[in-house]
Each structure stands twice: as C-alpha cells, then as structure tokens.
C-alpha cells in the first residue's frame, strides 16, 4: 500500500483541525504543500543526477508564492523529504498573505541541500544544490475553518524537476581579460583589412 495515501489524509485531518481553531486565519487562502496529491499531483522531485529521488532531512523544500502580478515571496517554512517515500515532501498547509480562500495564487516550488543553507535563497551560492519549478498559477485556495471550502489548494500544476549544481559567475577580472582580449582581436583584424585594401589599392 502506497504510504503517501495513507499518511496524507490523516496529516490533513490533524491540519485542518489546527486550522480550524485559528479564527483570524479563516480568510486566509491556504495551499495544500504536497507534491503528491489523489487530486492531480505526482511530482517526484530528483537529485543533480536526475534519477535519485530526494529523500529524507537531507534535503528540504519551500513554496514561493503571491497574489497574481506580484513578486514571489517565500510562504511557510521549508519541509523535509519522506524516507520512505523518496522524491515527495509535505505536511503542511501555508497561508498566502494577500490572498483570500476563494481566490487563485501564482506558486512555484523549490529544494535544495539542507547542508548548503537553511532557506533556498542561502543555499543559492556557488556549489549548492538548488533546483525550482516552472511558475504556476493554482486555486481557488480554500479553508478548513467555516465557511470556506475545506480542501486548502493543491499544487495542481507541478511538474518533477531535478536539482543542479549552481555555477559561479565570472569575476570581475576575467570579463575584463575576456574584454580586453576580444578589442585586440578586433583592432587587428581591422588592420590587416586596411593593409590589404592598401595593397589592393596600390599594387
């Protein structure tokens, strides 16, 4: 028996509970951050070589979201990878500021090293492992406390993506070098055209 099918729903029960006795949150449009739902969502998320599943508090995952035409801001806290279960994460359901149960959210989701930085934006440096989704437009969120829908959004639009290995920009002084380099190759190409069109011009 798939473990995802029955550790979910009795995670989204405890949740909606917790929720539900937060009446401040009741207008709060709430994401159901799994990336394995019976709704439409199987979106195993895989390490650098893109065939190993993520698996365990090795490697973490976060949600990035706002309402739509707005900057995308890290919602929630990040969450682990299942053990058992390797290349889904979940346990959570995160509120998007700005966006009232009912209405739609731009998400995206990312993961990264636990060992390269606490958040993804301090693992995103030279040599992290680091990896995000596409950009995607999910709802209308909902609400477990009354009277909003009790199913939180799922990321209904997810697609599997894999890690990689962040490059470090050049240096100041290489693209300098690069530069430099480049306006001599320029300025002698100019004069060996000028020479052969004098040579030309004047046998």
């Known amino acids: ?9 009795k995670t989204r029960i405890v949740l909606a509970v917790i929720w539900s006795s937060c009446s401040i949150c009741f207008s709060q449009g709430l994401v159901d951050f799994h990336n394995y739902d019976p709704r439409g969502v199987d979106s195993p998320i895989y390490d650098v070589d893109g065939t190993t599943p993520l698996a365990g508090p090795a490697f973490l ?6 309402t739509p035409g707005n900057s995308l801001q890290p919602v929630g806290v990040p ?5 058992g279960d390797p290349g889904y994460f979940g346990g959570a359901y995160f509120a998007v500021p700005g966006v ?3 209405d739609m ?3 995206q989701v990312v993961a990264w090293r636990a060992s390269d930085g606490p958040t993804f934006a301090a693992a995103n440096h030279p ?3 680091v990896g995000q989704s596409s950009i995607f437009i999910i709802g209308p969120l909902g609400n477990p406390g009354p009277p909003g829908n009790p199913l939180p959004a799922a990321l209904i639009g997810l697609q599997s993506f894999a890690l990689y290995v962040v490059v470090p920009e050049p240096s100041a002084l290489a693209l300098g070098l690069l530069g430099g380099s480049a306006l001599f190759l ?6 060996v055209r000028r020479r052969f069109s004098t040579q030309r011009r004047f046998p």
């Open 100 to 102: 009232e149960w009912g």
């Open 61 to 66: 995952a976060g949600l990035y979201a706002a």
């Open 186 to 191: 320029y300025r002698r190409a100019r004069t």
């Open 105 to 107: 959210a731009v998400v």
């Open 79 to 83: 969450v682990g990878f299942f053990v």
């Open 127 to 129: 040599g992290g492992h």
């Open 1 to 9: 028996m798939n473990t995802r099918q029955v550790l979910f729903p």
